[in-house]
T-cell receptor, first 113, second 115 residues
């Protein structure tokens, strides 16, 4: 198993550009989520999905879109990048059931100039 | 809404010594899960230990153990016989047992291990 994979690992964007962060998992997990990590703020939930075709907003959803057309993939789209979106982004997945741990991808470091 | 607080931004410990990282949380729920995750410099998030709120017994995983005080809403992590490889950011997280599957993370504690 590859676990949770994210691409790219690093990305630099200019203000106003759009891009998609890719996330895939091969563990047949129902639950997937996107977090951003900023210094001194821990991990904050952006969007999450409890299954294919079902997504919902987290704590900081503005400026981001998601979709979940398959169980395996959960891409995060930045529609018009802003410097405030400079962060490290993590994708995570787990089986449904709150006792189950989330497995995290390696993260994407995004810089918006 | 639930909150998780880690009041120690940074801690240091001598190699082979014991250190305790603090975590408090606020919730009106009676049943939930608590987790400690480790994030080394590689950025990879790794589960350290998990505690189910309905279990009174404190969870242990080798050198890692928790002190779970449900009434005080406290969930501290004790690392015994600290090793250089324990140096990392440590995050405390809360997950409700019902409804949403969302995790709520604390702001993290950076642990330095001194040789």
């Amino acid at each position: 198993n590859a676990g949770v994979t994210q691409t790219p690992k690093f990305q630099v964007l200019k203000t106003g550009q759009s891009m998609t962060l890719q996330c895939a998992q091969d563990m047949n997990h129902e639950y997937m989520s996107w977090y951003r990590q900023d210094p001194g703020m821990g991990l904050r939930l952006i969007h999450y999905s409890v299954g294919a075709g079902i997504t919902d907003q987290g704590e900081v959803p503005n400026g981001y879109n998601v979709s979940r057309s398959t169980t395996e993939d959960f891409p995060l789209r930045l529609l018009s990048a802003a410097p405030s979106q400079t962060s490290v982004y993590f994708c995570a997945s787990s089986y449904s059931g709150q006792a189950n741990e989330q497995f995290f991808g390696p993260g994407t470091r995004l810089t918006v100039l | 809404a639930q909150t998780v607080t880690q009041s120690q931004p940074e801690m240091s410990v001598q190699e082979a010594e014991t250190v305790t990282l603090s975590c408090t949380y606020d919730t009106s729920e009676s049943d939930y899960y608590l987790f400690w995750y480790k994030q080394p410099p590689s950025r990879q998030m790794i589960l350290v230990i998990r505690q189910e709120a309905y279990k009174q017994q404190n969870a242990t995983e080798n050198r890692f153990s928790v002190n779970f005080q449900k009434a005080a809403k406290s969930f501290s992590l004790k690392i015994s016989d600290s090793q250089l490889g324990d140096a990392a950011m440590y995050f405390c997280a809360y997950r409700s047992r019902i409804g949403t599957y969302k995790y709520i993370f604390g702001t993290g504690t950076r642990l330095k291990v001194l040789a």
